[in-house]
């Protein structure tokens, strides 16, 4: 079964510091690895997505990391703010599906210290 | 542009009661996806359509879940008899067909069985 592992499940950081969360995925034919960012009450809504054919990826304060021999991808936030708090997913789509069925990670709580 | 609108917001209701879930995608998007979230099993995939056509519902956890979707601007999720355990949020999301087109989820409806 196809399976995308997230960590850390839960992160504390202080203001101005750099947010790191890390996902492994398990099986090689994947194409699209979207964020997805959750703030309390809300739907998921996506953030930030890369392809494997990129090494990194970077929009504002955010950037996606990928590393396609470890099978690994991690997002980093840039100068956390405490309005970054909310919980994260990442994500992958099966390579060559004709649906956009998204594999997802378990979740991380981030939560910017002021 | 009006986002995936879900209804009701929240739903409380006892045990043994039938319980339906609505939604309306955004205009012109192509799938449908139903989710449930949990603090124990993170963010499930249930059932999702193409077309108001159900592609994949491998992962309605029993026979008490059925979902439809009569037309391309409403899906419902029912659930009965509802139990206690099917206490959880759940999430209606969209999108255009194309391996880099985001889901865009509702707000969710809150859902407790008491």
């Known amino acids: 079964q196809q399976q995308v592992k997230q960590s850390p499940q839960s992160l504390i950081v202080q203001k101005g510091g750099i947010s790191i969360i890390n996902c492994a995925y398990e099986n090689t034919a994947f194409d699209y690895f979207p964020w997805y960012q959750q703030f309390p009450g809300k739907g998921p809504a996506l953030l930030i997505a890369?392809?494997?054919?990129?090494s990194e990826k970077k929009e504002g304060r955010f950037t996606i990391s990928f590393n396609k021999s470890a099978k690994q991808f991690s997002l980093h936030i840039m100068d956390s703010q405490p309005g970054d708090s909310a919980t994260y997913f990442c994500a992958a789509l099966p390579y060559g599906g004709a649906t956009n069925k998204l594999i997802f990670g378990t979740g991380t709580l981030l939560a910017v210290q002021p | 542009d009006a986002g995936v609108i879900q209804s009701p917001r929240h739903e409380v209701t006892e045990m043994g009661q039938e319980v339906t879930l609505r939604c309306k995608p955004i205009s012109g998007h192509d799938y449908l996806f139903w989710y449930r979230q949990t603090m124990m099993r993170g963010l499930e995939l249930l059932i999702y359509?193409?077309?108001?056509?159900?592609?994949?519902d491998s992962g309605m956890p029993e026979d008490r879940f059925s979902a439809k979707m009569p037309n391309a601007s409403f899906s419902t999720l029912k659930i009965q008899p509802s139990e206690p355990r099917d206490s959880a949020v759940y999430f209606c999301?969209?999108?255009?067909?194309?391996?880099?087109?985001?889901?865009?989820f509702g707000d969710g409806t809150r859902l407790s069985i008491l």
């Open positions: 890369i392809r494997p054919d990129v």
């Open positions: 359509f193409n077309n108001n056509v159900p592609i994949d």
């Open positions: 999301a969209s999108s255009r067909i194309g391996s880099n087109q985001p889901q865009h």
